[in-house]
């Protein structure tokens, strides 16, 4: 029950971190809350054993290092791409990794996560 209570405390500040990143005025800076939002939600997932979730932000971790040196990057669309892959694998790992059960209702539940993260990469 602590675990459960500790683990949706860093949840809210992973949430709270998303929400200002909104107010910042410069990318670095959006990309600078976002990376400790996405920290803290990989944090909160792994402690609730939701593995896809856990993985794709621990990725949304690196992404938000790679694209807040982004003048440093050669060509941007094939780090997009190679995210859209670790994304993938991300999502093909919580079963064969970490044991989630394959059924329908699980493949299609832990997709949406990886929808997600692709959809925030292309934006």
Known sequence: MKLLIIAQIIGVFGMVMNVVSYQAK?????????????????????MLQAYTGA??????????IIYANKEKIKNLKTVNFVFYAIYILSYILTFALFGKEVSLYNLIVEIFPVIAMIAATIS
């Open 55 to 64: 993985l794709l932000n621990l990725v949304g971790v690196f992404r938000a």
């Open 26 to 46: 410069t990318q670095k800076n959006i990309l600078f809350i976002q990376f400790f939002g996405s920290l803290f939600f990989a944090i909160n997932l792994f």
